[in-house]
């Protein structure tokens, strides 16, 4: 059974750090690249970060560029997304998505749901004061 459980979400204020975690099970992790997407209330999902299957050639939106770092530990099937520096407006359900691609050099940010093979919960991110 393939499953994809997010952790780490939370209330933290303007300024703050979360560490986002991703635990797969179920398929083969390290023939994944993985990517985190939101959905802040009201809008649509937007990509934020994605990393290749062999952790090269991370991606990221323009919005959290220098403030998000995406990585992943194959030993562990968990990918991680460093949040610094937290704006009111990264608010939103945060979720991990796998989509089977072992060999490639780079990744591109995306939320369109027909990209990604596996999808996971999401897990709340709400930054306020």
């Known amino acids: 059974q393939v499953q994809l459980v997010e952790s780490g979400g939370g209330l933290v204020q303007p300024g703050g750090s979360l560490r986002l975690s991703c635990a797969a099970s179920g398929f083969t992790f390290s023939s994944y690249a993985m990517s985190w997407v939101r959905q802040a209330p009201g809008k649509g999902r937007e990509g934020v970060s994605c990393?290749?299957?062999?952790?090269?050639?991370?991606n990221y939106a323009d919005s959290v560029k220098g403030r998000f770092n995406i990585s992943r530990d194959n030993a562990k099937d968990t990918v991680y997304l460093q949040m610094n520096s937290l704006k009111p407006e990264d608010t939103g359900v945060y979720y991990c998505a796998a989509v089977w691609d072992p060999y490639a050099s780079f990744c591109t940010v995306g939320a369109d749901q027909g990209r990604y093979e596996f999808w996971g919960q999401g897990t709340q991110v709400t930054i306020s004061s």
């Open positions: 990393i290749t299957a062999r952790s090269v050639g991370p």
